[in-house]
């Protein structure tokens, strides 16, 4: 099955992709939330999740260079002849480390090389109209093949890039109706990536689950370019179903074809 699509440096990228923060236990709500995914989440039931994705048509994921990772990617292309794109994240304290992390991305064979928020957000100077090293982190990525972009939460780093130039694919930034780990006002979020000169992979759509997802993909997919794409993290393959057809939903400008989920306080909703 077909998703619809944008182009990220020159690949065709589904508009809505894989996220991994479930996965790899990173839940943004507590410590006993994170303990649980991580021991949930086995890469049986992370590739479950991601054969149906691929089946739907999602050819992209944005995920912290990792080789048992890669390996599960590379299994769902073999059975389902669907390539998912990595967009690698790496991290670091320093540029030397950061390039580290840019040479594992390469070798695990990731497309994409977007510096994590951790390296990128602390050396964005604003009223320098520059991101610190950050020219010789594209070059880098550049050099081991790839698609230099950055992963932020700051909205200044789109600007100041955008205005400074540099030879990148795109962002990654937040955007989400509460407005959820956002820097400023979610309008002035939505301003900053309409505006942006690159696609935009809009990640927490859901606040981390926050948010009802037709309340947040319907924001986000509302507030974004036709260019831009959504990166929502999965649970299971029936969160999957029901994310997967909102958003189409949210593309075409239809209802989702979904069952509302029930309770017996709604018993006299019903029609």
Known sequence: MSFPMTQIGGYDISRLIIGTNTFHGYSHFSMARDQWLRSYFTPERIYEVLEFAAKQGLNATVALQNPGYAELLAEVERSTGQHIHYIATPGGATLDELKQGIKQAADLGCEFCWPHTSWTDPRVLPFEGRIHEGPEAVEYIRECGMVAGWSTHRPETVTV???????????????????????????????????????????????????????????????????????????????????????????????????????????????
């Open 161 to 271: 890039s955008d205005k400074a130039g540099y030879d990148i694919g795109g962002y990654i930034q937040i955007l989400n109706p509460i407005g959820f780990l956002c820097q400023v006002e979610t309008d002035w979020s939505a301003r900053v990536i309409r505006e942006a000169k690159h696609p935009v992979v809009s990640i927490k759509p859901l606040g981390a689950g926050r948010v009802l997802p037709p309340t947040g993909l319907g924001f986000v997919y509302e507030n974004i370019k036709p260019v831009d794409t959504v990166c929502i993290g999965m649970l299971s393959v029936e969160e999957a179903r029901e994310d997967i057809e909102i958003a189409r939903a949210c593309i075409d400008r239809r209802d989702a074809a979904i069952e509302l989920q029930r309770t017996r306080s709604k018993d006299v909703l019903k029609v």
